[in-house]
């Protein structure tokens, strides 16, 4: 291979300027601030701030605000990786047996994934609309009044389902091409060995799509926590009020809406510590990846 | 232990195309039988279908004396080796030669001696506890040999088990398997492309082209007496030489007019196929056929001439202490050398 050699040191990072500093901007600097402003009480009228120490943090673990907010954030993360990746690999599995390698229809199957987080969210809410969604009529036909942004299981129930509904498509695709690489004579071996299909798929195929399995499970976790934020917006209109809210929706109503910039920052540094975690968890498990061949 | 029989078996895939045209054969109980033909022309999918790896479209297949059409591949007391080994990645070799057996309900000591006494017959005691991932090629074909060997089968499949070998291996490996298949009983279905293996290793041989059995007999019978220029052409190496020729007036002759001897043409006449080995000639002055040498190539143990006779391709293999050169010869026939097909369907007369 032939390897680019530059004269000067200087015209690389010439070339990586631009990228630098869009992280710079746009990452760093915001993180550093965040950070810092988690130690300061911030006059909510734009006069002066007050060092404060950790009482931000310890603000926190008092406000049953926030508890509620990281109650609901654990099992909505829960529910909605469970679901998506449980019902993902239940149609791969069916749609493997059917299209051993015709592209066609996993491109189709993937267009849903093209659609951002606020439509799905949009076309969510009009699902579970009060007077005209077509959810909320097939409850009422089945005699359930359902109250969106006004129950609170209502509105947890539609934010679930269309987060879940959102993010199927990704973990389908790569079930898919995960069970499709599972070579057709190693199953073949299998069906040879084994009567029983069940069996065969905890047996052969699980433990052969665990690599892919957990890969997703960190997507997917990070994917609950932190994209579901236009999802949530959509359906909750940024109007707080009685709804459950995801952490990081917390960080935005009280930040943006309550003016509490010191405790918003403070729960954007708890979220930082938990996607570093989710990342190191993730490199660790690279790693040590094993590769079957 | 099983005879197999196929009985009009037929199979044409949900595309449409016929891989198999109706087959009908038995391959006795104990017998090593190799399917062997080009690439394409339906061993892999009569193979298969034996396995219950694929439907039969139309036809019996029974091993032993039980119809299995309609019995799960698990249920058929079969073995499958597979090309690519088809091992379990995430199990050890000894999980790998195991699972079968666990499957149907066997104890965990039993489990554990069947697959110890077949290490030791494949020499892979020691990788007992070793991933397919940390085996050779060899090693990872043994194991696929013992998963085959610890479920005490009525019947091996072999889907081309050597291809992925290199020529050395791959020689070793075939007289084990043949060896292995002798001591055990075991009939065996063996699938490959290689003639050389076929030729070898086979009690009885099945030529299939283009879906269909061309030949069956013992590597003997297909030698000398090969049904068709497709078998002619196909078994032994170096191939039979085929030229066009004319009969009648109750002789042979090649386009250059010159009589081929030997050949009885029992009342046959027009155009004709004439088959010599080039191990069936030798250079002889007295010769009734003349040869154009162009080529020689040199193979250790023996020498291949190539050339032309009557205007058409020709080669003649000389055992290494003959003599050889470029330039017109004259050959004579060994006795039986002849064998003559009709020169448009390619079936043998007489
Ligand atoms: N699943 C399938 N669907 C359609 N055609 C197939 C399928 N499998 C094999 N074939 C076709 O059937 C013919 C025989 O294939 P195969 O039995 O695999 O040949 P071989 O093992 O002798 O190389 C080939 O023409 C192949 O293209
Ligand atoms: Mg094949």
Known sequence: MKRAAFGHIGFPILLLLPQLAIIAIFFYWPAAYAVESSFYLQDPFGFGETFVGFDNYTRLTNSTNYINALNFTVVFTLLVTFFSLGIALLLAV??????????????????????????????????????????????????????????????????????????????FIFFLSGLQAIPRSVREAAMIDNRSGTSRFWDITFPLLAPTGFFLLIINITYSLFDTFGIVDTIVKGEPGNNPLTLVYRVYVDGFRGGDLGGSSAQSVVLMILVLILTIVQFRFLERRIHYT | MAQVTLNKVRKVYPNGAEAL???????????????????????????????????????????????????????????????????????????????GLKNRGMDKG?????????AQMLNLTEFLDRKPSQLSGGQRQRVAMGRAIVREPDLFLFDEPLSNLDAKLRNQMRIEIRALQRRLGTTAMYVTHDQVEAMTMADRIIVLSNGHIEQIGTPAEIYSNPASTFVAAFMGAPPMNLLNAEAGQGRVTLPGGEIVPQAGVNGHAGAVTVGIRPEDVMPSPQGDLTFNVDIIEELGAQRLLHGQMAGQAFSVAVPKDQEAATGEMRLALKPGAVHLFDADEGRRLG
């Not at chain 1, 189709?108 to 009529?137: C, E, H, K």
């Not at chain 2, 104990?30 to 892999?44: A, I, N, Q, T, Y």
């Not at chain 2, 039993?110 to 077949?118: F, G, L, N, S």
């Open chain 1, 94 to 171: 069916k749609a493997d047996k059917v299209i051993r390698g015709a592209k066609t229809y996993r491109t189709l199957l993937m267009w849903v994934y093209a659609i951002a987080p606020p439509v799905a969210g949009l076309i969510g809410v009009m699902l579970f609309d009060q007077s005209r969604g077509t959810i909320t009529q097939v409850l009422a036909s089945f005699g359930y009044d359902f109250r969106l942004g006004v129950n609170y299981w209502d509105t947890a129930a539609a934010m679930i389902t269309v987060s879940v509904w959102k993010q199927i498509p990704v973990n």
């Open chain 2, 21 to 99: 045209e109706p087959s009908t054969f038995t391959i006795p109980d104990g017998e090593l039988c190799v399917l062997v033909g080009p690439s394409g022309c339906g061993k892999s999918t009569m193979l298969r279908m034996v396995a219950g790896l694929e439907d039969v479209t139309e036809g019996e297949i029974s091993i032993g004396d039980r119809v299995v059409n309609d019995i799960d591949p698990a249920d058929r007391n079969i073995a499958m080796v597979f090309q690519n080994y088809a091992l379990y990645p995430h199990m050890t070799v000894a999980r790998n030669m195991g699972y």
């Open chain 2, 110 to 118: 039993q489990i554990a001696e069947k697959v110890r006494e077949a």
